[in-house]
């Protein structure tokens, strides 16, 4: 009887420690990388020499500046 009292224990301690981990963990993560993620990529920028808007997944950075086109930025 006093074994199987401590099984029980055992099984709630561990069945609680799984919920924690399922219901804590996916709030925040993937929250957060979701945002990262739109950070990233939906940024739109414009070219500091034409003025054309690109992502800035799409652009290049030089000197603290965003150019859409390696003609724009000057990089041959
Ligand atoms: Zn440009």
Known sequence: ?????????????????????????????PGNQNEFKKMDSSVMVSCDKCGTFVETNDSIA??????????CAGVK
């Open 1 to 29: 009887m006093l074994k199987f009292l401590f099984n029980l224990a055992v099984i709630i301690i561990v069945g609680y420690i799984i919920y924690v981990k399922f219901f804590k963990k996916p709030k925040r993560v």
């Open 62 to 71: 030089k000197d603290g500046k965003f150019f859409c086109s390696k003609e």
